[in-house]
């Protein structure tokens, strides 16, 4: 079975991921493969190159993506090529990991995918946990891990799609309202909950 673990920012996800790996259960990152497709010598990095110019990279020939970020933040055109080409290149990757899992003999496989609703990548999993905070204690959160003011935390929220739109998307919500413990213990009675599902 393949989980799609998703959130918002400052919900917990990472937290809730790193409980799951804890536990020896595979997880497959989007972030972190979003990362290795585009390092030079992946086919990724190679259109890249080819669509943006050898402008964009640093001298040791990797990536410049904050130069990147640039050029595409402000125009839509070159953001579409970008994600045409990063986002076929990772959802192959995840899915190669995924099924390498399962053939290896694991019963249960976790994709981290920050974006799974806007991203539309519901087809990949068997189902979707979503892990959730209040929205008044997301943005506590954020203020206090990134030391930011409460305009550029709500920005920041705001970009996304709404915690409660997710909500009603999820097959499980995890709640994530109160400290540490009590996240740790609904993650390991949901993962059991799971193991044990026919």
Do not use: C
Not at 122 to 127: I, K, L, Q
């Amino acid at each position: 079975m393949i989980i799609g673990l998703t959130g918002g920012i400052a919900t917990g996800k990472s937290t809730v991921s790193q409980i799951v790996r804890n536990q020896g259960i595979p997880i497959v990152d989007a972030d972190i493969i979003s990362r290795e497709v585009v390092m030079p010598g992946k086919e990724a990095y190679e259109k890249i190159v080819s669509s943006f110019g050898a402008g964009i990279l640093h001298e040791d020939k990797t990536i410049n993506r904050a130069q990147l970020g640039e050029i595409i933040f402000n125009d839509a055109e070159k953001r579409s090529v970008l994600n045409n080409i990063v986002h076929p290149a990772v959802r192959k990757e995840m899915r190669l990991q995924a099924d390498s899992y399962l053939k290896a003999g694991e019963s249960l496989v976790i994709m981290d995918i920050p974006l799974l609703f806007e991203s539309k990548l519901t087809h990949m999993v068997n189902r979707t946990w979503l892990v959730y905070a209040k929205p008044e204690i997301q943005l506590e959160r954020l203020m206090l891990r990134d030391d930011f003011t409460e305009q550029q935390a709500l920005s920041r929220i705001q970009s996304q799609m709404p915690i409660d739109e997710k909500k009603k998307l999820a097959d499980i919500v995890i709640e994530n309202n109160g400290s540490l413990t009590e996240l740790e213990s609904r993650v390991l009675q949901l993962l059991n909950d799971t193991k044990n599902r026919p």
